[in-house]
């Protein structure tokens, strides 16, 4: 079907992409009428220390309940809000949401939290969330931030000058999705990582796939000669944990594990283990 532009010449879409072209309008719509605050909350997954049998961290993960829309995953509002000029403002709500949770916890756990592209690119913003954590008294050792390579790779040199300030302050830095898309080893070298988290599109493939293995064994073998922490991202099976287990993983997050919980259940979760002190618990 085409469509007359302004301009005088028509630009061809097929149904599928007038169809995605529309849906994205109506998601920038929705979330410029969004009560922010209201409407976004996060969801925790752990991560799992194989060695120590125990939760040592959540990953913060975003979700939004939109009255018109229903409920939305971040791969598609993050984008949105980027499009919108709205992302600064998810961002800043979300890591409240954040520092809110992570204030009941106890001091050995960690948080993880997903920085977009967009963020990563604005010194000042990020400095305005460091602000946060110093106004809340919280330590910014218990703070990882995850950023992708996508979103480092535009200005790499701006992005390291900015990661080496957030590691300077204490804040732990985790290179999320690793192996995916434009995956390079220049980012071990020159990022002040703490953790690389390997893309669970590995993981899904080391059942079927002598080569994944040997790619994934490579990886955790690499992170531990750097001194980088390593994560497995999405561990689903108990068979896909045999066929990992020669490996030596150390840090595990996936669905096997445990799926992505709300605050009451993470804090549940430590009262079990006996990792909440008694009376620590949320009303
Ligand atoms: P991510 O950072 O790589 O997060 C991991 C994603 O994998 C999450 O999807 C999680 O629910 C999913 N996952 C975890 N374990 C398993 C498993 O065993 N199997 C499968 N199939 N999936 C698993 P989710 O929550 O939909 O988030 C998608 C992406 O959206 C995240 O990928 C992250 O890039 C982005 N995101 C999430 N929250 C935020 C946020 O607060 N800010 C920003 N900028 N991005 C966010
Ligand atoms: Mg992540
Ligand atoms: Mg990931
Ligand atoms: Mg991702």
């Known amino acids: 079907r085409g469509k007359q532009f302004a301009r005088g010449y028509t630009v061809i879409f097929t149904d599928d992409q007038d169809a995605e072209m529309r849906e ?3 998601l920038e719509r929705a979330l410029r009428e969004a009560n922010l605050e209201q409407e976004l909350y996060l969801l925790f997954q752990p991560q799992f220390d194989l060695t120590r049998a125990k939760v040592v961290s959540f990953e913060a993960l975003a ?9 939305v995953r971040p791969d598609r509002f993050i984008r949105a809000a980027e499009r919108a000029g709205l992302i600064q403002n998810v961002t800043r709500v979300l890591f409240g949401k954040a520092l809110d949770a992570l204030y009941l916890w106890p001091d050995e756990i960690t948080i993880s939290f997903n920085l977009s592209a967009q963020d990563l690119a604005d010194r000042a913003f990020i400095f305005s969330l460091v602000a946060q954590v110093t106004a809340r008294e919280i330590a910014p ?17 701006a992005a390291r000058v900015l ?12 290179l999320d999705d690793f192996g995916s898309g434009y995956s390079s080893f220049e980012y071990l ?9 390997i893309d669970k599109s590995f993981v899904r493939k080391v059942a079927q796939s002598a080569t994944s293995r040997e790619i994934v064994a490579g990886i955790i073998k690499l992170c531990s000669n750097l001194d980088l922490k ?15 287990n020669p490996l030596s993983p150390k840090l595990i997050q996936g669905y096997l594990f445990g799926e992505p919980m709300s605050q009451r259940d993470v804090l549940g979760l430590l009262l079990a283990a006996e990792q909440v002190k008694d009376g620590m618990t949320a009303a």
């Open 189 to 197: 070298d020159q990022l002040p990582l703490d953790k690389v988290k």
């Open 230 to 244: 390593c994560v497995l991202e999405g561990v689903e099976t108990e068979d896909e944990m045999r066929t990992l």
């Open 63 to 71: 979700r939004w309940q939109s009255p018109t829309l229903g409920l």
């Open 24 to 26: 994205a309008l109506a």
């Open 163 to 174: 990661l080496e300030n957030l590691s300077a302050l204490g804040f732990k830095i985790a």
């Open 141 to 157: 050792g218990r703070l990882e931030f995850e950023i992708t390579e996508t979103a480092v790779m535009k200005d790499i040199d």
